[in-house]
């Protein structure tokens, strides 16, 4: 039995890697060949195949690995909380720390379809809280805000290529300017 449950842990460790490379190496160079994704992955590419047989397999694995992912931060993030805003900022600083995952949803076209799945109305029912508690702008709706988050965190991102800053300082400066932006203010 420890010999199958190690297997498992290997197996998801390996499963992981190849999804996390997938996401680097995909969101740098889309034409980038699945040999390239192993070599990030740390794998020969007969391994990457056992888990993902071609391109399209890997892709919809990275689409529903990011999906979770998601799923995971909103739980994380105890969006259940305290005001709708502290709830904000804790969902903004998870999402923040998740960004290399996100950068898989970030380099996509958009496609108008904030509000698409239940995780979303989870975030704008916690922002909509926040417009009722009086601790988020009641000016600002939360498909605004929601849309807002997610083009910062693209920022916070892109701009430490820049040599501006540190991704630390980039991740701090990109909380700090959504819950500034999404706090009431009076006047």
Do not use: N
């Amino acid at each position: 039995m420890g010999s199958s449950i190690q297997e498992s842990r290997t197996r998801e460790r390996t499963r992981l890697a190849i999804l996390r490379a997938g996401i680097a190496v995909l969101t740098r160079s889309p034409a980038a060949s699945l040999g390239e994704v192993a070599a990030a992955a740390g794998v020969a590419r007969s391994t990457l195949h056992r888990y993902y047989s071609d391109r399209t397999a890997l892709v919809e694995g990275i689409h529903a690995f990011v999906h979770s992912e998601y799923r995971a931060v909103l739980g994380r993030a105890r969006l259940d909380e305290g005001t709708g805003l502290e709830a904000y900022a804790r969902l903004c600083s998870e999402l923040v720390d998740s960004d290399e995952v996100f950068s898989w949803w970030l380099q996509e076209q958009p496609s108008g379809s904030w509000g698409a799945t239940p995780e979303d109305a989870v975030v704008a029912s916690v922002l909509e809280r926040g417009r009722a508690d009086g601790s988020i702008d009641p000016r600002l709706d939360p498909d605004w805000i929601a849309l807002h988050t997610w083009a910062a965190l693209y920022t916070a991102r892109v701009y430490p290529l820049t040599g501006s800053r540190s991704p630390r300082e980039a991740r701090e400066l990109c909380v700090r300017t959504l819950v500034k932006v999404a706090a009431r203010k009076d006047g």
